[in-house]
């Protein structure tokens, strides 16, 4: 069995991962986050020049930790989307670069579909079917998975505005806490009460769909909570604000995946994407899924975030599958949305 080799540059990291027959050989992570930080946000065109800079440096650390040579590598899998349009270009070519030196086929991958194959490097292959929470800074779905490499997903529900990370990144900077703002507010969330402010879970009034999910509402309430504070002349409670926060996203989440299992008839919930790691989101989902019955899978943390192992494992999948490559042709596709973990 031949080694996939994956390259993810849809965002602020640089990954490279190794794996072969489900399993994760090595990889290798940069990050051009640091640069970002005095922007409040991730700025496109510096991430591109780092990713420039980081790109061979990773596939060549990824490499030697797992002790490959280029003639053990089989095939090439990348992000080709969605992702910053430049950030991915630059995946995207350096992916055609090598897979036309080492003559290996070359596969575009979903970056959604990675985060959810991350799991199955920690916990092995999913089940027949099961329900995908991905939560990450540009999305938040839920998704019925059956088999990544050949079926269709299908999209039980997308957040109608802002995403989950998304809302995080914007709460921290409201308080006044540092880009990232997610694990900003995990941290600043211990030392708070999770129940000091009764903030909104939108969309889970009668008459809300059952499954759908909204973050910009509950955005502006703690705007205008923090705000209200301010002008009273009273100190912003960060922590408390922040861990309250947090609870009612790791409520509304968790409530919603688990009854999408039930709505789907399924016993396994995979959440994935740069928010599973959240501490109250794993914790609140492990409680709930415990009284429900339903088995939880959530990859560590350092395959939430994004990563080249979970793209490597996409292409691995496809390959065990027989999948036709995508060929040399693949172009990355900033707003692709997820069908398939293919992109063709
Ligand atoms: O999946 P990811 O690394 O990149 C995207 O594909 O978007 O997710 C990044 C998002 C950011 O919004 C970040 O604030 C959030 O994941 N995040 C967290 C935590 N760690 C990262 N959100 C809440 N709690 C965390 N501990
Ligand atoms: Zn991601």
Redesign the pocket.
Known sequence: MSIVLGIET??D?TGVGLVRDGVLLGDALASSMDEHVRFGGVVPEIAARAHVASLVPCVREAMAKAGAKPEHIGAIAVTAGP?LATALHVGVAAAKAYAAAWGVPLYGVH?LAG?AAADLLEHGALPARSVALIV????TSLLAVGDLARDEVVHLSDTIDD????A??KVARIIGLPY????S??RAAREGDPNAIAFPRPLTGPRDPELGFSFSGLKTAVARWVERCESDGRPVPVPDVAASF?EAVADVLTSKAILACRRQGVDTLVVV???A???R?RSLAEQRCAEAGITLRVPPMRL???NGAMIAAVGDLLVRAGAEPTGLHVSARPSVVLERAQLV
């Open positions: 849809s965002c990291e992702g970056h985060h990450s800074g540009g999305h995403a989950a990370g998304e995080f990144d990232p703002g997610g694990p507010i995990d947090q994407g740069g928010v790691a959240n501490s989101v939430c975030t994004d």
